[in-house]
């Protein structure tokens, strides 16, 4: 089966990939347990240049397949902030404890129809070519799932600001999905299997 190192630090998404990826020929492997613990400038100004960064850097290193997802919400009522910047919004290590109340009460007395956002996934895959260049084969996913920006937060399940994510067809947060529907719905879920296909087409999984 083929190994695949999949460049991201963050637990939630990691979950959720093996989840999604699970019935893939593929093995996924952190970038941890390929032995890069460092961090990764993601200095691009969209989602798919910073995923293109994390991907090229740790296929540099390792000299193997890498994936890796650049994701975040777009508020609408806010010109689409915190955007590329969802992970750094009022400073990288600040917890959502505090972002996600901090962004309900941004939108204090904004009604139903104004209260759209989106989260997007940019998934990058660089295949290298062996001989020591970072990769000659590149590709890019994008996908998005619709919602709103709840009045309060609620649920368990996921990660991030999906306690604030209010999906008006289902009645609740994406927090409060399973996992399962989560994954057959969302961004990352939608930005995957895309890409699987697009890497079976090219034989390269
Ligand atoms: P890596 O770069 O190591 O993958 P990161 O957390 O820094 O981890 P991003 O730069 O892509 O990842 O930032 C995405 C942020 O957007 C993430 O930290 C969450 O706060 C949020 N986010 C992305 N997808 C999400 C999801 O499915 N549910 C909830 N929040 C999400």
Redesign the pocket.
């Known amino acids: 089966m083929k190994k695949i190192i999949f460049a ?3 637990q939630g ?1 990691l979950r959720e990939i093996r989840a999604i990826l699970k019935d893939a020929d593929v093995e996924v492997l952190s970038m941890k347990e390929a032995g890069f613990d460092g961090d990764i400038e ?1 200095n691009g100004t969209t989602f798919e240049e ?1 995923a293109l960064i ?1 991907a090229r850097t740790i296929a540099a290193v390792t000299g193997l397949p890498t994936l890796a ?5 777009e508020i609408d009522y806010l010109n689409g902030e915190p955007g590329i910047y ?2 750094r919004y009022l400073g990288e290590d600040t917890p959502h404890s505090v972002k996600n109340p901090n962004l309900i009460s941004r939108l204090a007395g904004v009604p139903d129809e104004q209260r759209t956002a989106r ?1 997007v ?1 940019a998934v990058a895959a660089v295949f290298p070519d062996g001989t020591g260049n970072p990769g000659n084969i590149e590709k890019c996913v994008r996908a998005t799932m619709e919602g709103r920006i709840a009045y309060e937060e609620a649920g368990e399940n ?5 306690p604030i994510f209010y999906l008006p067809e289902y009645g609740c947060t ?1 927090a409060q999905l399973t996992p399962e529907q989560k994954n057959a719905i ?3 879920g939608k930005a995957l299997r895309a890409m699987c296909e697009e890497l079976k087409a090219a034989g390269l999984i």
Do not use: I, M
């Open positions: 991201t630090g963050n998404k993601e910073n994390k997802d650049d994701s975040g919400l969802s992970a989260f996934c996921g990660f991030g600001y999906d994406n969302s961004h990352r």
